[in-house]
């Protein structure tokens, strides 16, 4: 028999009026999302791998598979981030503003997602989730980093929002429309990032257990839904392995195995990389709200709360469970990163909207003083970090300074040769950003692999000429035998970048 006393108690509808808060939420979110989104140049390693991947796609056609250079095709990530950035820059040409402006409109629409969500869970002040969020540091500054995080976010606010106006309605049985715009997230979220996006599920399956019985996965795991799934996050992976029959080996291996259990890329692995990253980021990240947090999250681990929760608490268990999951599943996983922890800063944001909801009245001269000075520091941090942070991995800063040293008219493609067998490395310290601002295509040659030879020989002869970029640890004595290998006319050393050797060679 289904819990029926686990179903939400009916709550008071919105007041009239409710909607006035939503223009000036809206107003908020553009500002937080788009001040200073393009003043900041593009920082190495993810923002110029997405933008060089996204500007190959554009330069070649090729939008199926992606890769930093007509030799490096890159299938650690699904197209989606790619394809948004390529459309961006393909209407507002190829800078950061374009390239951020995909990053603040999926800021807002989370937003308003978490709105929407609001209007089911915290009737009385259905704006106050999306405020949260908006003010939030964490989710505030990473919309301002390119990455598939942010993308990943707005998927599952899509999916996560179906499946509240799903369970949360009125009615004893989902509405079927609810269930496709779930199912629609959930592959938008796999089409953005693979199975890392589809945790949230891992939270819905007990809940519903739990309140409606076993049947009740049932309307929610329909065909129709399960079908728009397959559709829209299967079909990419469907056609890229079929083209290339080793990918399901590397996708296993490479994506799933070693991210879960190795520490194979280098991201914080070990038994405590979960605490030295999770937990300043959550602890800075839900700034200024933590204390609120603090409370939901401390009584969420309380087992006599957790039962109480169970039995009269259906919306702060559904939460908890919501944000509990897929923590305990990024704390396991061998590959750690800060960004990870972005789309559970949603439940965190409708945790403490539920327990500031009797709390927060912006008509109270003194709550909004308070909010403007704390968007204005966020703003002001916002300023700094676009004109005052120089990031040794800044590409624009790095194509200003080999243009000092060549002129990009006199070369049509570089090629960095490092100092490393591993691929990992060629992706994290080739500047690949800066064909954004120089337009040029970039290779990243490993001297030390086997195959090092042929891919320089291939490189050099695709282009009428190229700017060479050798490694600080390596001498031009060993990249010479190499280019007299490859038959080339003429090698010219023409200065040096960052104790780099630069050298431009004509095939």
């Known amino acids: 028999m289904p819990n029926d006393h686990l179903r939400e108690p009916s709550r008071s509808q919105p007041v009239p009026g409710a909607f006035r808060p939503l223009f000036w939420l809206i107003c908020l979110s553009l500002l937080l999302g788009f001040a200073f989104q393009g003043s900041r140049g593009l920082w190495g ?26 030799d490096e095709v890159n299938f650690s990530k699904p197209p989606t981030t790619y394809w948004i950035i390529a459309g961006a820059m393909k209407l507002g040409g190829r800078n950061a503003w374009a390239a951020r402006t995909p990053y603040a409109l999926a800021f807002l629409l989370t937003i ?30 990473t919309s301002n980093i390119i990455s598939t995080d942010v993308f990943l976010t707005l998927s599952e606010a899509v999916a996560m929002l179906g499946f509240v106006l799903a369970a949360f309605g009125e009615g004893p049985r989902p509405a079927k429309r609810y269930v496709l715009l779930m199912w629609l997230g959930w592959g938008l979220a796999f089409l953005t990032k693979g199975p890392p996006g589809l945790l949230p599920l891992l939270a819905i399956i007990p809940y519903i257990v739990s309140r ?16 728009l799934f397959l559709a829209i996050g299967a079909s990419w992976y469907v056609v890229v392995m079929l083209r290339n029959p080793w990918l399901p080996h590397y996708f296993l291996h490479q994506e799933v195995y070693n991210r879960l259990f ?100 912006l008509h109270r001269t003194k709550q909004r003083i308070w909010l403007l000075i704390w968007v204005i520091a966020l703003l002001s941090a916002k300023a700094y970090g676009a004109y005052f942070m120089h990031s040794e991995n800044d590409n624009r800063l790095m194509a200003k300074q080999l243009s000092e040293q060549v002129s990009p008219e006199s070369y049509a493609t570089m090629i960095f040769i490092e100092n490393t067998d591993e691929d990992y490395y060629i992706e994290e310290e080739t500047p690949w950003g800066v064909r954004m601002y120089l337009d040029k295509p970039v290779y990243g040659i490993p001297l030390n692999a ?58």
């Open 45 to 70: 390693p993810d923002e110029g791998r997405y933008v060089d991947a996204s500007l190959q796609m554009l330069d070649t056609g090729n939008y199926l598979v992606p890769g930093y250079s007509p």
């Open 112 to 141: 308003l997602a978490l709105y929407a969500m609001g209007r089911r869970l915290v009737p009385e002040k259905p704006w106050l989730p999306g405020l949260v969020y908006a003010c939030s540091a964490f989710p505030f500054f």
């Open 212 to 227: 409606d019985g076993w049947r009740g996965l049932g309307r929610y795991f329909n065909p129709g839904g399960l079908i």
């Open 262 to 361: 190795t520490g194979a890329q280098h991201r914080h692995a070990g038994a405590l990389g979960w605490a030295l990253i999770y937990v300043p980021t959550l602890a800075l990240g839900i700034l200024p709200w933590w204390p609120s947090a603090a409370r939901g999250l401390r009584s969420a681990v309380s087992v006599q709360a957790w039962k109480a929760w169970r039995s009269s608490h259906s919306t702060e268990y559904f939460l908890a469970l919501w944000f509990i999951v897929p923590f305990v599943v990024f704390c396991l996983a061998q590959s750690r990163l800060p960004l990870y922890l972005l789309p559970l800063f949603m439940p965190l944001s409708l945790m403490v909207a539920l327990s500031l909801r009797h709390a927060v009245d």
């Open 450 to 507: 086997p195959q090092a030879g042929e891919s320089l020989c291939h490189a050099l002869h695709s282009w009428p000429s190229a700017l060479v970029v050798i490694d600080s640890y390596i001498s031009p004595d060993r990249v010479d035998p190499l280019l007299k290998a490859c038959q080339v006319h003429d090698v010219t050393r023409v200065g040096s970048w960052r104790k780099r050797v630069l050298e431009r060679v004509e095939p």
